[in-house]
């Protein structure tokens, strides 16, 4: 038996079912070097990134000691935002599907309260969310963390980022002391954050084993290039030559502030492609549905700041492009992993300028390895290129016994469009998306109208960015 395989691993039978159900038979390092510790009931702070299978790697040691019998919170997860919570809250309900009756409830802002309340009165055994909303809950008396075994951070210094010190300091102060603390992070990108974490455990952590997974990239799956580029201004014609050369079907653009995010995503779409911008600036409802479009192939190009991109579920890329090398440089690695995921391959771009060059041979010092800096590939093909998708929201969603099936039937019944013509579907409490060939789009709006769903008929719109 391998070292590495979670047979290896003292987990219940159910759990090694499930595992083995899922497809999850070897773990990754992040899995490998924490679960040992954290399954022992040891403190963890762990480095790894995102699509390392870090929730995966918490979530087991969440489930592997829970009471299923004692309905009561006895894991917490906070996370910076709420469509992180989302994510980490579907794996960890995939991971306990084979344990009876465990309740995970996510608690979240930009949600009605009023849900929430009625949900923690019927009990739940983990609870997922922001720090905000949980720490609500807790000042309101309607969640109590007094049978609280683990506490997890998750994107511990994005948290700190976003001025979360505070609240966690709160809501660590009515768990009990004995419990496990847990704190997973992308980056510890330099020691001025890697203090701010140190004070964010301060009293928090009890001798934590220190986890680091090192982010390396497999050339055969990563091709990385640095560009030339004469000075800023003409950074966003060197960005528009290299769309067009290399046309990417889904790509993310990295800026450093989050002005800049939004200017080249505005003249990106000025410039006849279709871009969308994610920064802090955003409502949550505006990011929730431009992230929607991005994930169905109905944008093409994820203009962000890292802090915003952090986090997100944004798996096969083809490209990333660097309008500048980042501030921070494992940061600039960590956005080059973004590309050439699980065997995939991809491309990741750079632009440099003259005065970039000091941080050039820096990153090259870093990598330990000669990088150089090539003249822009001429384009081919002037024309901006489309996303092969389109995406149609409906007026309705779980509340109203609507599942992906019941969407997918609609739009594949008599007269309507193939199988594969329909893409991702997502339902949501009270709208739920679809995505759809581009082409096919205005005969899918005009089907999911006209046939009636649970006896329903919602409204259908083309949702644009």
Known sequence: MSDTSFASLALSPALLSTLDSLGYHEMTPVQAQSLPPMLA???????????????????????????????????????????????????????ARGMPNVKVLTLCGGAPFGPQLASLEHGAHIVVGTPGRVDEHLRKGSLTLGSLSTLVLDEADRMLDMGFQTTIDDIISDTPADRQTLLFSATFPDEEASGGLAIMTRGVMRDPVSVKVEETHDATTIEQHFYDVANDDARFAALKQLLLATRPTTSVVFCNTKRETQAVADSLVDAGFSAVAIHGDLEQKDRDRLLVLFANQSASILVATDVAARGLDIAQLDAVFNYQIARELEVHVHRVGRTGRAGASGIACTLVTPQESYRLERLADLLGETLNTEP???????????????????????????????????????????????????????SAYVAVEREAVQK??????????????????????
């Open 444 to 465: 899918a709006q005009a089907k999911l109208e006209r046939d009636k769903l649970k006896g329903r008929a919602f409204r259908v719109r083309r949702i644009r960015y």
């Open 376 to 430: 822009l590939p001429k384009a081919t093909n002037s024309a901006p290129f489309e996303p092969p998708m389109a995406t149609l929201q409906l007026a309705g969603g779980k509340k109203d016994k609507l599942r992906p099936g019941d969407i997918l039937g609609a739009l594949t019944s008599e007269g309507g469009l193939r199988g594969d013509q329909v893409g991702k579907i997502k339902v949501l409490a009270r």
């Open 41 to 95: 009931g040891r403190d963890v702070m762990a480095q790894a990134k995102t699509g390392s299978g870090k929730t995966a790697a918490f979530g087991l040691a969440l489930l592997s000691q829970l009471r299923v019998e004692a309905f009561s919170v006895q894991g917490l997860v906070l996370c910076p935002t709420r469509e992180l919570a989302d994510q980490v809250a579907e794996e960890l309900r995939r991971l």
